[in-house]
């Protein structure tokens, strides 16, 4: 006899915080990659320059509004995934969808 279970909403939901936490922490570490290029420690590092008024300023200031943009995409997809409007994309999918972040020139 074959029984067929669905999953609750409360499963479901457990499930996309899982699979979006996963992405959130991927998304990160590219973010993070991008401020060690240029030997910041991170995203957060960098963003901590926005108030210097020097070139390392200026590239603070960029990541802090780069970084809202990426997080702005990031929670628009995961409602729009949520909400059954678009299916989930492959977090390579993803990242190559996110803001070009491209250096600012001091």
Do not use: H
């Not at 006899?1 to 939901?13: A, G, H, N, P, Y």
């Not at 401020?35 to 590092?45: G, L, P, V």
């Amino acid at each position: 006899e074959l029984r067929v279970r669905f999953k609750t909403q409360e499963e479901i939901d457990q499930e996309s915080t899982f699979i979006f936490s996963t992405y959130a922490s991927c998304i990160q570490d590219y973010m993070d990659s991008i401020a060690r290029s240029r030997n910041y420690d991170d995203m957060k590092s960098l963003c901590t320059y926005a108030t210097a008024s020097d070139k390392f300023g200026v590239e603070g200031k960029y990541a802090v509004a780069w970084r809202s943009q990426v997080w702005n995409y990031c929670y628009g997809v995961e409602s729009a995934v949520k909400q059954g409007l678009m299916t989930l994309p492959t977090i390579e999918e993803m990242i190559s969808e996110l803001p070009e972040f491209v250096w600012p020139v001091a």
